[in-house]
C-alpha cells in the first residue's frame, strides 16, 4: 500500500517560513517517482506548486511562488521537501504532495498517481 504523509504545515505570520515534508512509503523504487506539490484553498480549485524530477535535476514552479518555495527530494530517505519562505496570507491553504510515475516532472495533477491527505498551512496578516 503506498502511503505519502504530508507533515510541517502549521500557522504562521506573514513573511515567516515553513518546511513541509512528504514521506513516503509502500512505494517501491521512490526515485522512479516525479513528486509535485499541489494546494487547495477554501472554495478553489486545487491548484499546482511545484514539481521536482526523479533525481532533483530538474523543478516547476508556478510563478505566484517563483522565488520564495523550493522544492528538493532526498531519494535516500524516500521523502521530497517543500521549503516556503516569505509566506503570503494568499498562500493559506492545504498542500499535498504527489507522485507520478508516468512523468517525471508535470503541473497537471491527473499524472499523479498517489496523493497524501495533506497539512494545513495558514498564513495570518
Known amino acids: 500500500q503506498v502511503l505519502l504523509v504530508e507533515s510541517g504545515g502549521g500557522l504562521v505570520q506573514a513573511g515567516g517560513s515553513l518546511r513541509l515534508s512528504c514521506a513516503a512509503s509502500?512505494?517501491?523504487?521512490?526515485?522512479?517517482?516525479?513528486m509535485g506539490w499541489f494546494r487547495q484553498a477554501p472554495g478553489k480549485e486545487r491548484e499546482f506548486v511545484a514539481s521536482?524530477?526523479?533525481?532533483?535535476?530538474?523543478?516547476a514552479y508556478v510563478d505566484s511562488v517563483k522565488g520564495r518555495f523550493t522544492i528538493s527530494r532526498d531519494n535516500a530517505k524516500n521523502t521530497v521537501y517543500l521549503q516556503m519562505n516569505t509566506l503570503k496570507p494568499e498562500d493559506t491553504a492545504v498542500y499535498y504532495c504527489?507522485?507520478?510515475?508516468?512523468?517525471?516532472?508535470?503541473?497537471?495533477?491527473?499524472?499523479?498517481?498517489?496523493w497524501g491527505q495533506g497539512t494545513q498551512v495558514t498564513v495570518s496578516s
Open positions: 509502500g512505494i517501491g523504487t521512490f526515485s522512479s517517482y516525479g
Open positions: 521536482i524530477s526523479w533525481n532533483g535535476g530538474s523543478t
Open positions: 504527489a507522485a507520478s510515475i508516468s512523468v517525471w516532472i508535470s503541473n497537471l495533477a491527473r499524472q499523479y498517481s498517489y
